[in-house]
């Protein structure tokens, strides 16, 4: 079941979804979603001669590539056309596992139509996830695309669970923040 705008601020307001800074409903909610905006880090990839990257071989980490990695920060970020950038939304989130909410992560129609893409393949926002929200985003336009900090750059869409799960996000990004990485 998808919760609705109503559904979204009742459970943001019992502390059942957490979010810092607190939103304003009046803005940032729609009949099915919640608006959150930039952060101002990026990430960009530095690719280096020579180095392939393998992610299924057993020896694998993502934390390996991080020197290929190149952390800017800026209040107007310029998505090149055919580039990729890694992004975060400003707003923390937290789905306590006790509340049944999960959300998918989506982008904003507005910027869909200048071909920009919020996320490649991870839409899924678990169970028990307390961080912000980390954004894929790649320029499919012909056109250079300003991304400014503050701005409404991705929605989510809480979805109520069929019941409490065992366990809660605990994978390789869990707790993840922007000012984890500066």
């Given at each position: 079941m998808i919760l609705t705008d109503r559904e979204i601020e009742i459970a943001i307001t019992?502390?059942?979804i957490i979010v810092e800074p607190p939103p304003v409903f009046a803005e940032a909610l729609s009949s099915?979603?919640?608006d959150l905006t930039l952060s101002s880090t990026f990430v960009e990839w530095n690719p280096i001669a020579g180095v392939t990257v393998h992610p299924g071989a057993s020896d694998y980490s993502y934390k390996d590539l991080?020197?290929?990695q190149k952390t800017v920060v800026t209040t107007a970020y310029t998505l090149l056309p055919k580039a990729f950038v890694l992004a975060w939304?400003?707003?923390e989130v937290t789905l306590p596992e006790t509340s049944r909410i999960a959300a998918r992560v989506e982008g904003k129609s507005s910027l869909a139509?200048?071909?920009v893409g919020i996320?490649?393949?991870a839409p899924t926002i678990h169970s028990g996830f307390t961080?912000?929200?980390q954004l894929e985003m790649f320029n499919f336009g012909p056109h250079k695309i300003v991304l400014e900090a503050g701005m409404r750059v991705c929605q989510l869409i809480f979805e109520q669970t069929y019941g409490t799960p065992n366990k809660?996000?605990?994978g390789m990004f869990a707790g993840q923040t922007v000012e984890g990485l500066k």
């Open positions: 019992n502390r059942q099915t979603t919640l991080i020197p290929m939304t400003k707003e139509r200048l071909g996320h490649v393949t961080g912000t929200i809660g996000y605990k």
